[in-house]
């Protein structure tokens, strides 16, 4: 029979017993310390659906940005309504806040899940990736922006990431953006013929794009052209100042070529980026989009946020895996001991920090230990006929040199769990 292959640029992520030496476990393992590390920024989770309106993202993200016009997700449903899988989440939460009519208070969102967009895979790129993202919705420029750059910080050192480089830039309102944009364009119509193709096209859809370009040349045609920072406001200058100073030992530069490739934002913008993710330098981005809420139909509501990409945050994590003991539960029978499996049950309440495996394929008691070895595992506790009978188990530690072992009763063997870590 013909065997059916997973999606190109779509990855299974599958958990392993040593975890360590597992990409996968280290993609699960960031994402509970990145939950941890919302929670402590009193931040409230929000799940919206993987599917979505097609014109949720042109009016969002934007027709002319490269994620909705080359790489979004579209296809008609059975009733020919056009839609699309989320390329991103910031979209989908702010609809979501606009249609349950809960635009006129604050919010401190945090989300996590996939995403899709049909890019050329290779490292750090993928067609179906996770991102785990904040929004800030209700607050205007000023701390907001500070509290989003302290929750990047907190995640690199909670994860133990120290060549972090964290960018930010102010891309001024959309007067601002608007102005700049057009005296750019000004300034590279004569310079056109000596554009390549991909930043023709910038040109005329998107100006902005074209600071991002990998081109040398177009790079070196960008050294004389209008700065942003000759159109935003001194107050603006003023904040990016605030931000590297409130964090000094901190890696945080000021780069006014930063525009980031979705539509949506004015004001302040912001990335991170690991010199050991190669090409896919950016593990990290967001900025503030306070006109996003009107543009969608809803009310003037200021916001800022961010989303972190899974897969290149855990490349760059190092990981202090906290492994809990093993304990190996071996039942010496053929039949179904019902009395012996309700002692292994009740053994899981003792301590949930524990992790309590019940073997459960037939064997010798040889081959059982053998597999408790090969697993790591602390103890084993073993129970046959005669400890069925005397209500008692054996007590057998794996690790020891002469790997010693006891007789327990269930009470003993109970408070003997909870005395562990
Ligand atoms: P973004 O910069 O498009 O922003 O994506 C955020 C992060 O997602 C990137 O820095 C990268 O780590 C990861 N990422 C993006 N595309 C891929 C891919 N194809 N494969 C693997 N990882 C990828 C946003 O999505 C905005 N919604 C962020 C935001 C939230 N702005 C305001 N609120």
Redesign the pocket.
Known sequence: MEKINSLT?MADLIGHKDKKSNQSDSIFQVEKKLIEIFENYSLQEIRTPALESEKLFNRS?GDLSD?VNK?LYTFKDKNEKSISLR?????G?ARSIIEKKLDNESHRFWYLGP?W?Y?R?QK????Q???A???LIGYEEGLSELEMISLVISINSELNINDSIIKINHLGDRKAKEGFCQSLKEYLEPYRSELDEKDIDRLSKNPLRILDSKNSNTQKILKNAPKISDFISDEASNLLNTIKNTYPENHIEIDHSLV???D??TGFVF??VSENLGA?D????????DELFEDLGGKSLP???????????SYIAKNEFFEPTLVHFIILSDKIEEKAYKIAHDLRSCNRKLIIEVQLSQGSLKSKLRRANKDNATFAIIIGKDELDSDSVILKSLKEENSSQKQLNIDELQDFLKSLD
């Open positions: 640029g993200v994620i790489e390329p991103e989440g910031t979209a939460v995403m967009r890019e895979p750090g790129r993928y067609r990736f996770y991102q993202g904040v929004e980031r490739g979705l949506y934002y990335e991170a896919q950016s593990y990290l981005g967001g900025g503030r989009y916001a800022i946020g961010m989303a972190i990409g899974i897969e290149r945050l």
